[in-house]
């Protein structure tokens, strides 16, 4: 039988001569020395892009996982890349120390998280790579090298989002916070409102973030803040419920949009207002079951409330079998050289696709309006950008690509999809 990879969603497939697990980072030089090309490198598989996709080696990271050590002084502890981040938490807490903020989804591992730079929600916190002190990677020649914040900013920078084409992480030091508490509040609002007020909103608590249901006029805003007081019961998820009921009404009354709003209401004003304080871990992550195709794009924050009413405006007229919520976020600017956050105050819109669905049309449609106000892609999620259009996006391209040449001199991790986003002639 030949071998076979998918990503989470199944859109991605691969069948490449050779799926290996090395056990650490010696197994792991040897393989990169030896192994049929290109090599790319599988976390969790939840990117929704061709990133590990290869017909020659994929590397599996999930022997390579677990607490090194750490230090209680600086709250700072060393992480072997495959780790995957739900059980990351529960190390850490056992530590007593805290990721300063997350996703919603806590399935990637930490490497894959780190090299697509994914993100939490909140205008003075960063992406995990922003987390970063030490990396550990394998070289394109299979060498182990090893940077530090204190030492080799500039590689940091270059290296700390890198798709995995500049060495495969093994290991990583993260600058965490003491474990902490959070406040989370959920509530309904207009859309128009939220818009409207849309800096105001976003800036009042330390993590704050939206979702806007199609065709309902509506969205339920989330805002975290940290909290000194005792910890209450976190309410059961109706998340997967909710998107049951989104989905069997896009069903039944996709060209009837005025009844699908007025039934879509009446499940909204059912959903109760939430308000519970728990620990950081029982606090970010929710169970995502309902498979999805995702395409998320960064803007400058201003433009984030212009850019949504457009692609609002395109689903609700043109894409009557979309139901997935969209999600809105901001993120901290940061000096990371292929991160989307680059020197910017960032808003990011996700627009989501049933993966029981073809997404192209809608993501097309969607992708020229994200373009039209500077935004940057997810790394990890659809869209068609390629090498000269980065270019203009990325003041440092052209020194991160420098590096990778470097550290991959002759491209073994370097597949098609990955030339066609660095701009490489193999």
Not at 30 to 40: E, N, S, Y
Not at 236 to 249: C, H, I, P, S, V
Request: charged letters at 25%; a neutral charge.
């Amino acid at each position: 039988m030949p071998n076979a990879w998918s990503n989470w969603s199944g859109l991605v497939q691969a069948a490449p001569k050779l799926i290996a697990a090395p056990a650490d980072a010696g197994e792991l030089a040897d393989l990169v020395r030896i192994a049929p090309g290109p090599l790319r490198v599988a976390g969790a598989g939840h990117s929704f892009t061709p990133l590990v996709k290869s017909d020659g080696t994929i590397v599996s990271m999930e022997k390579i996982e677990g607490l090194v050590s750490h230090d209680a002084a600086t709250s700072r502890a060393r992480l072997r890349a495959g780790t995957r981040l739900g059980p990351l938490m529960h190390l850490l807490q056992g530590i007593g120390q805290g990721l300063p903020n997350m996703g919603d989804i806590d399935k990637q591992a930490i490497g894959g998280a780190l090299g697509t730079a994914t993100h939490g929600s909140g205008p003075k916190l960063g992406a995990y790579h922003t987390q970063l002190e030490t990396l550990q990677f394998v070289d394109g020649t299979g060498k182990l090298r090893e940077y530090s914040r204190a030492g080799d900013q500039d590689m940091i920078h270059a290296t700390g989002v890198a798709l995995g084409a500049f060495g495969i992480l093994t290991e990583v030091t993260m600058n965490n916070m003491p474990t902490y508490r959070l406040r989370r509040r959920k509530w309904v609002l207009p859309i128009a409102e939220m818009l409207k007020d849309f800096e105001t909103m976003m800036a009042a608590h330390r993590s704050a973030e939206f979702y806007y249901i199609p065709f309902s006029g509506y969205a339920q805003f989330i805002a975290s803040d940290l909290s000194d007081a005792a910890t209450t019961a976190r309410p059961t998820e109706e998340d997967e419920a909710g998107l049951a009921t989104l989905r069997k009404l896009r069903t039944a009354l996709a060209w009837l949009p005025s009844l699908r709003r007025r039934l879509i209401l009446g499940a909204i004003a059912k959903l109760p207002a939430e308000d519970y304080v728990q620990d950081w871990l029982n606090v970010y992550a929710s169970d995502r079951q309902t498979k999805f195709n995702e395409m998320e794009y960064h803007l400058p924050f201003e433009e984030g409330p212009k850019a949504l009413a457009e692609i609002i405006e395109l689903t609700e007229k043109r894409f009557p079998e979309v139901y997935f919520p969209m999600e809105v976020r901001s993120v901290a600017p940061d000096e990371f050289w292929l991160s989307p956050f680059h020197k910017r105050l960032t808003c990011s819109i996700a627009i989501h696709h049933d993966a029981a669905n073809d997404p192209e049309p809608f993501m097309r449609a969607a992708e020229p309006i994200f373009r039209k106000y500077g935004g940057r892609p997810h790394w990890g999620k659809m869209h068609s950008l390629k090498a000269a259009d980065f270019k203009k996006l990325y003041p440092r391209w052209d020194d991160a690509m420098a590096v990778r040449r470097d550290i991959d001199p002759e491209n073994r991790f370097v597949s098609p999809y990955m030339a066609s986003l660095f701009g490489i002639d193999t």
